[in-house]
């Protein structure tokens, strides 16, 4: 799994059900632990991950990507806004 694959590998496990009916060791598990494990603790990552939701859009709104992504960058905004830039300290 990488950042460029894993929104892709989360929409298809999902829409193949590749869930915990089919194994307890299941693609689609692999694919969310890694996103909320590797993914989102990093800037860089969740901004890629962001980007390739756009091929996926529905899935990724359905699935809660877009948002987990967007929530993880304004968190690391909030806690250091030099990670924006100069615009970012004039709201805060």
């Known amino acids: ?3 460029e694959n894993v929104v892709p590998l989360i929409c298809v496990s ?4 590749m ?5 307890k060791n299941n693609l689609l598990s692999k ?5 909320q494990e ?3 603790p990093s800037w860089n990552e969740t901004i890629m991950a962001f980007r390739a939701t756009e091929m996926f859009l529905r899935q990724s709104v359905k699935l809660g990507l877009i948002d987990a992504c967007i929530e993880s960058v304004i968190q ?3 806690a250091n806004p030099s990670l924006i830039g100069q615009p970012m300290k004039n709201l805060i």
């Open 1 to 3: 799994m990488s950042t």
């Open 31 to 35: 694919a969310l632990c890694y996103f």
């Open 76 to 78: 690391k905004a909030l």
């Open 38 to 40: 590797r993914i989102l």
């Open 14 to 17: 999902h829409y193949l059900e």
């Open 19 to 23: 869930t915990e009916n089919h194994s």
